[in-house]
C-alpha cells in the first residue's frame, strides 16, 4: 500500500488516498497510469502529485492513443536520482518512453507538445533515449531560471512543501509530518536550517534557502529523521 497525496490548486487542498501498487493513480484516465507506475523506483511509502499533473498526463495519454511506458515519475529528494531543481521530487515529472524507437518517441513528445498542457516539454537532443515533459507551476524563487522550485512561506501549500518539508525532516530539522501546508513547526524548523547555513533566519523559504537545502539533502538516503509515513 502506498499513500498517494494529491495536491489540488483549484481547492487549494490536498487529498489524500491509501492505493495499492497495481491501482490507477487517482484522476489518471482510463488506467492508463499505476501506482507502481508512478511510483518507478522509489521505495517510498508515501508519494505525491497535482490534479494539474494527471490532467495533462490524461490529455497526452488521449493524444498519443497508446500506452506510453514510464520509466521514472515520483522521487523523495533524500532519495536522488535527479539534479537538485528536479521536479520529479515535486511528483509532476514523467520520464517516459524508455526501451522504444526514436519515431515512437518522437511521437510521444508530438502528442505531449500538442496538449499545451505541461509547463515543460525538453527538446528531444537533450533526451536520447527518453522523452521528458513536466508540469512545474509557480515562478522559480531564483531569477534567471525557468526551473527551480518557488518561494514557499508560512500559509503555503504545494507539492513543493511537499519536497521541503521532507528535506528538512531528512536534514534532522523537524518539520513535522508531511501535509504540504506550511505552518508554524515548518516555518521553525526553516529558521533553524537557515541559522545553520549562516542565512537570515526569516522562516521564508527562498533561493539562497533552497539551494542550500537541497544540495544538502539530495541522495542522502533514508535517514533516521525522514518521515515516511
Known amino acids: 500500500m502506498a499513500k498517494i497525496l494529491i495536491y489540488d490548486a483549484y481547492n487549494n487542498r490536498f487529498l489524500s488516498y491509501n492505493l495499492s501498487e497495481n491501482d490507477p493513480m487517482p484522476y489518471s484516465y482510463n488506467n492508463t497510469l499505476r501506482v507502481r507506475e508512478f511510483r518507478g523506483s522509489s521505495g517510498s511509502n508515501v508519494l505525491w502529485t497535482t490534479t494539474a499533473a494527471m490532467e495533462a498526463w490524461n490529455l497526452t495519454r488521449r493524444s498519443y492513443g497508446a500506452g506510453i511506458p514510464v520509466g521514472y515519475a515520483f522521487k523523495r529528494i533524500w532519495e536522488g536520482g535527479h539534479g537538485t531543481a528536479s521536479q520529479h521530487y515535486a511528483g509532476v515529472a514523467f520520464d517516459v518512453g524508455q526501451g522504444t524507437s526514436s519515431s515512437i518517441r518522437k511521437r510521444i513528445y508530438n502528442a505531449a507538445m500538442a496538449t499545451k498542457a505541461w509547463g515543460y516539454?525538453?527538446?528531444l537532443?537533450?533526451?536520447p533515449t527518453w522523452v521528458h515533459?513536466?508540469?512545474?507551476?509557480?515562478?522559480?524563487?531564483?531569477?534567471?531560471?525557468?526551473?527551480?522550485?518557488?518561494?514557499?512561506?508560512?500559509?503555503?501549500?504545494?507539492?513543493?512543501?511537499?519536497?521541503?518539508?521532507?528535506?528538512?525532516?531528512?536534514?534532522?530539522?523537524?518539520?513535522?509530518g508531511?501535509?504540504?501546508?506550511?505552518?508554524?513547526?515548518?516555518?521553525?524548523?526553516?529558521?533553524?536550517?537557515?541559522?545553520?547555513?549562516?542565512?537570515?533566519?526569516?522562516?521564508i523559504c527562498g533561493c539562497n534557502t533552497w539551494k542550500k537545502l537541497t544540495a544538502a539533502s539530495v541522495g542522502i538516503g533514508k535517514?533516521?529523521?525522514?518521515?515516511?509515513?
Open 223 to 229: 535517514t533516521k529523521t525522514v518521515v515516511d509515513s
Open 121 to 123: 516539454v525538453e527538446p
Open 178 to 203: 508531511l501535509d504540504g501546508i506550511f505552518g508554524s513547526n515548518t516555518e521553525n524548523a526553516v529558521k533553524a536550517a537557515q541559522r545553520s547555513f549562516g542565512l537570515t533566519a526569516d522562516g
Open 133 to 176: 515533459f513536466d508540469r512545474r507551476y509557480g515562478t522559480p524563487a531564483c531569477s534567471g531560471t525557468t526551473s527551480g522550485y518557488p518561494t514557499v512561506r508560512k500559509g503555503s501549500r504545494s507539492t513543493y512543501v511537499l519536497v521541503l518539508q521532507d528535506a528538512l525532516n531528512a536534514l534532522g530539522y523537524s518539520a513535522g
Open 125 to 127: 537532443s537533450m533526451t
